[in-house]
């Protein structure tokens, strides 16, 4: 069984449940995760992630991972396949909620890593072996990190990970299922789902966060990915995964759902630019794909703008596809970033 792999390959049909954004004018990429709960609860994702893995029982049908953690650099770090392109920070969520305590639930398995753990942003460090999730045989849903007796107050729990791993584990992955909270008393507790609630839906790998100095995206940061081959968690008792991005599982996409009669997404042109197909409820109404390579870099450019829609709930899905303009110079075989393809903001017309 595969874990990311099935985040990065075959076709995912559109249709993912999510909260819908009503007549906004502009919903940026970073649109949080929030959950109704004592106030509100959010997730943030930040650095590179493989999203909505689907191939495990997770608690909420989904789980994220991730495995990179440390900057490449020349020569590659000690652990090269935890490392980033330069850019890229390590990878991190982070959970702000209001309550007396909270549970980390995510999975054990032979192929898993080291997290940093901070609350309140003070790295825990009892007991020992605090964040390492190796195990010789895989446990899902699992409880990793719990605290309890917090005051009543707002606080955060940021998992990162740390491109470290138990000498018997064979790879660097932290899963994140779902995040336990404690209320306090007289009030109900609940859980938070990874996926939670989002006006955007990321599928496969993704770049999130980013706030790159030299950009200049509409809200600060943005999404974006150029749909590696990564071969992903495998299971070891598993046939060894394909070395090209052929097989099943999910390509990289990422959905936005809204209610309105139109919708532009909007990204960057840049020389390092790819090719995406936009779907528009599960329909691609353009060919060729849209390209958004240039040979300068344009920020904030209106990459696709739909037809006029009936007035109602819709999905806009834009698919990495890992190809480039004819135009571009990009050598595909020494950059990994040849195909980028960005989601900085969507406009909706009510």
Request: a negative charge; proline letters at 7%; one cysteine or more.
């Amino acid at each position: 069984m595969r874990w990311l792999q099935a985040a990065m390959c075959s076709v995912l049909a559109v249709g993912v449940a999510a909260p819908v954004v009503t007549h906004a004018t502009t919903v940026e990429e970073t649109a949080t995760t929030t959950t109704n709960y004592l106030g509100t609860a959010t997730i943030t994702y930040i650095g590179k992630w493989h999203m909505t893995e689907i191939t495990r029982n997770w608690s909420g049908g989904t789980a994220a991972a991730s495995k990179w953690a440390t900057q490449c650099s020349n020569p590659p770090p000690p652990l090269p396949n935890s490392c980033t392109d330069a850019s890229v920070p390590a990878a991190k969520v982070t959970l702000s909620f209001s309550g007396t305590g909270v549970t980390w639930i995510g999975a054990l398995g032979p192929q898993l890593g080291i997290a940093n753990i901070y609350v309140d942003g003070v790295l825990q460090q009892q007991p020992a072996n605090v964040g390492d999730t190796y195990a010789p045989t895989e446990q899902i849903q699992k409880e990793l990190f719990s605290v309890s007796g917090l005051a009543n107050v707002p606080h955060t729990l940021a998992i990162e990970v740390s491109g470290t791993k138990n000498g018997a584990s064979s790879d660097y992955i932290i899963v994140v299922d779902a995040f336990d909270i404690v209320a306090p008393s007289g009030y109900p507790s609940g859980r938070i789902q990874e996926t939670g609630q989002a006006a955007v839906t990321y599928y496969g790998g993704w770049i999130l966060g980013d706030n790159y100095a030299i950009h200049i995206w509409s809200g600060g940061t943005a999404a974006y990915s150029y749909a590696e081959c990564e071969p992903g968690i495998v299971n070891p008792n598993s046939p060894s995964p394909p070395t090209g991005c052929s097989g099943t599982g999910v390509t990289t996409r990422a959905v936005f759902t809204f209610r309105g009669t139109g919708v532009t997404w909007i990204g960057n042109r840049h020389p390092q630019g790819g090719q995406a197909n936009v779907y528009i409820d599960g329909i691609l109404p353009q060919s060729p794909p849209v390209d958004t390579w240039w040979s300068v870099e344009q920020s904030q450019q209106r990459l696709f703008t739909s037809g006029t829609l009936t007035q109602g709930i819709h999905t806009l899905a834009i698919e990495v596809l890992g190809t480039q303009s004819t135009a571009s110079n990009c050598a595909a075989g020494t950059l990994p970033s040849c195909f980028i393809v960005s989601v900085d903001a969507f406009d909706v017309t009510p």
